[in-house]
């Protein structure tokens, strides 16, 4: 009898660990993907912010007076 308790307990168990794991490595994949793509993100906007900093550094503004008749 003992034996039989213990088989169906495992059996019963089982199922609901191999979803929670399923989920969990699911779950991580997607924090890590996220993680990864806000990063790369907040690189390029540094980059593109520098690309503007010294392209408004490097030409000079020059303003022509305004010609009002």
């Given amino acids: 009898m003992p034996e039989e308790f213990w088989a169906n307990a495992v059996f019963s168990v089982t199922p609901t660990i191999l979803v929670g794991l399923i989920f969990w ?4 994949a997607i924090f890590r993907a996220d993680r990864t793509e806000r990063a ?11 690309k503007l900093v010294d392209a408004s550094t ?11 008749a």
């Fill in 25 to 28: 490595f699911v779950m991580r």
């Fill in 40 to 50: 790369i993100y907040s690189r390029i906007e540094a980059e593109e912010r520098a």
């Fill in 58 to 68: 490097a030409a000079p503004v020059t303003s022509e007076p305004s010609s009002k």
